[in-house]
């Protein structure tokens, strides 16, 4: 019996290999080489926004060692980053810094929501200054619970980014053109651009009345 191990991520459709060419020979296919490559060298962006990034620097050193999935080299240039983690708390102070960075990397590109806050707010949802959730307005592909998430909830959650990974095909990823999406501007409060036509028409209701009001007492004078 061969001690050598058996290829059967990448041997697939699964033909069956003889013995003594496992691990020398592999039967697969266009999708199956092509995600097998991208699975195992997904290089994550190298930033975090709170307490959150400790975790996911924890993970990245000698412990928990995500370079067993070929993740450990970080980018610091959005372009050659293929995974953004969002490791903390999302300000509106900051959002627009990170869609910016969002839609600076190469598709395919996918988001990790690590945490409670990038999630959902976590313990400041609602608060004036903190965004309930990058999903209103990134794609993300996984969502990773807990304030904060261990570094296993982070590594058990980059493994189901590689299952997503291995469900895709190269006619759908390869030479996708990547998707802007409109920067949101920080004023008094942050505005999406995808909303103008709402708070424009918002906006022009609330001055009517505003207008109605104000007219009332001057008829009622007359
Ligand atoms: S989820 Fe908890 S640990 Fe993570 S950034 Fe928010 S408050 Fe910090």
């Known amino acids: 019996m061969s001690t050598k191990p058996k290829d059967e991520g990448l041997n697939s459709p699964q033909y069956p290999i003889p013995e003594d060419l496992q691990g020398v020979v592999t039967i697969t296919t266009l999708d199956r080489i092509y995600n097998w490559g ?19 620097i924890c993970t990245a050193a000698a412990r928990f060692d ?8 970080m980018r610091a240039s959005p372009r050659q980053a293929d995974v953004m ?21 190469a598709e395919p590109k996918y988001v990790v ?6 999630s959902g707010g ?3 949802k609602e ?16 969502y990773i619970p807990g304030c904060p998430p261990t570094p296993q909830a982070l590594i058990y959650g980059l493994m189901k980014l590689q299952e997503k990974v291995d469900r ?22 942050v505005m999406d651009p995808r909303e ?9 209701q609330k001055a009517e009345q505003e207008a109605a009001a104000a007219a009332e007492p001057e008829a009622a004078q007359a």
Request: charge should be positive.
């Open 38 to 56: 991208r699975r195992n060298s997904l290089w994550p962006m190298m930033f975090g926004l709170a307490c959150c990034a400790i975790e996911m």
């Open 66 to 73: 995500f370079a067993r999935f070929g993740m450990e080299v």
């Open 85 to 105: 983690i969002v490791a903390g708390t999302v300000t509106k102070k900051m959002l627009p810094q990170v869609v910016r960075l969002y839609n600076q990397m």
């Open 113 to 118: 929501a690590m945490g409670a806050c990038a």
């Open 122 to 124: 976590g313990p400041f």
């Open 127 to 142: 608060g004036y200054n903190v965004v309930s959730g990058i999903d209103q307005y990134l794609p993300v592909d996984v």
């Open 168 to 189: 895709q095909t190269i006619k759908e990823v390869y030479g996708r053109r990547a998707e802007m999406i409109p920067i949101p501007v920080l004023g008094p409060d």
């Open 196 to 204: 103008y036509d709402r708070i424009r028409e918002y906006t022009r």
